[in-house]
């Protein structure tokens, strides 16, 4: 296959990210551009999706202008548009896929639409150290929590997900409660970072369940629990809630990875979406993988959350491997895009 050069589009949610990768050479990300709506948002205390839409309106011209002129590459370069088409916000997403498939239909070039978390799956590859497959993943983002096996580009196998609130959404969740701005989950990392261990000890969903699954809604109501018992929390208290809601949900994490890694027999786990970016949850990883018995991979931080590299990433894998390009024109977005769909 001649080499391409793939565009990747990521607005799923509140994050605009435009990427160009070149399959070159066994691959290389040239560069990327993100725009962040973090600002947008903030004072409505979480992402109001026509906000969202609007703003990944404004945005994507810009970067897409800003990632060519980066990579010293013009637009009748781009040999193929890879776009997030689900799941997400569905406005949100239209944008993307829209500008995706009208700009490869004016270029001539294929579309490669793209499931959002494939993108986490396989954004470690990015890295400098990259994980050979086979490998079990550990996607924590903040819609999905879940163990899989991967043995390669679009082979996936499902092998344990959360039950209800994901890993992110439980750590936002759990912010909010303590007062603290969107978005929540690095907040309430950074107030746990001043907590201490064991002085608030909450359970630990699932732990002792027997299979890979998780649950973190209980956890959001003892947190919830001990903020009413307390009555009004002051500083010390809350980093100390804080720290203990961290500690658990890291723990059933870290535990049953650890657990999947032994039942698998692969020794390598790979830690993906945006939960990743956790530094306990990356300490205690450290601590077992330093024992020496698995090796754990991280994408790079700023690869932890949404971005269009991924999405690039993904774009270019799966073209190289035959599937799932389509020439521009008829699409949908997909908001609700069960990952299941893409198990081989
Ligand atoms: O992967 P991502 O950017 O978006 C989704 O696909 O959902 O993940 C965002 C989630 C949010 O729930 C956010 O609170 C969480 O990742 N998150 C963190 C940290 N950084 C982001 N959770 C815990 N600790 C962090 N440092
Ligand atoms: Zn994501």
């Known amino acids: 296959m001649p080499p391409m050069l793939i ?19 066994g691959g290389r990300l040239l560069t990327h551009a993100l725009h962040s709506q973090v600002a947008t948002h903030r004072e409505y205390g979480g992402v109001v999706p026509e906000l969202a839409s609007r703003d990944h309106i404004r945005r994507v011209v810009p970067l897409l ?9 013009a ?21 993307g896929a829209a500008f995706a498939e009208g700009l490869a239909m004016a270029l001539g ?10 993108g986490h799956l396989l954004s470690p590859l990015l890295s400098s150290q990259p994980p050979p497959f086979p ?76 299979d890979l699954d998780f649950s973190f809604s209980g956890l959001k109501t003892a947190v919830l629990t001990r903020v009413r018992e307390i009555g009004e929390p002051d500083e010390r208290q809350r980093a100390d809630i804080a720290r203990g809601f961290q500690d658990a949900i890291v723990d059933v994490l870290v535990r049953k990875a650890v657990r999947a890694i032994g039942i ?3 020794g390598r786990l790979v830690v993906a ?10 300490r205690r990883l450290n601590e077992i993988a330093a024992q020496g018995n698995i090796k754990v991979f991280y994408p790079e931080f700023e690869f932890c959350t949404d971005n269009g590299a991924m999405i690039a990433l993904a774009g ?19 908001p609700r895009w069960p990952l299941g769909e893409l198990f081989g």
């Open 65 to 73: 202008r800003k990632v060519l002129n980066d990579a010293r590459r």
């Open 135 to 210: 490998f079990i993943a550990l996607l924590v983002s903040g819609g999905h929590s879940q163990l899989m096996r991967v043995d390669g580009v679009g082979q996936y196998r499902l092998l344990g997900e959360t039950l209800d609130d994901a890993a992110g959404e439980a750590f936002d969740k759990t912010a909010k409660l303590l007062g603290l701005p969107y978005p929540g989950g690095p907040a309430l990392a950074a107030l746990a970072e001043r907590g201490r261990s064991g002085v608030c000890v909450f359970p630990r969903p699932l732990l002792n369940s027997g």
């Open 316 to 334: 270019a894998l799966r073209f190289q491997a035959g599937i799932s390009q389509k020439p521009a024109g008829a699409f949908a977005a997909r």
């Open 109 to 118: 070039v294929p579309v490669i639409p793209v499931h959002h978390l494939e």
């Open 264 to 266: 698998s027999g692969l």
């Open 273 to 282: 979406g945006g939960v990743g970016a956790n530094r306990e949850l990356r």
């Open 7 to 25: 565009l990747g589009i990521e607005s799923s949610c509140d994050e605009t990210g435009v990427a160009l990768y070149d399959t070159q050479a």
């Open 75 to 95: 637009r009748d370069q781009i040999d193929a548009v890879a776009y997030t088409q689900g799941p997400g916000l569905a406005g949100a997403l239209l944008v």
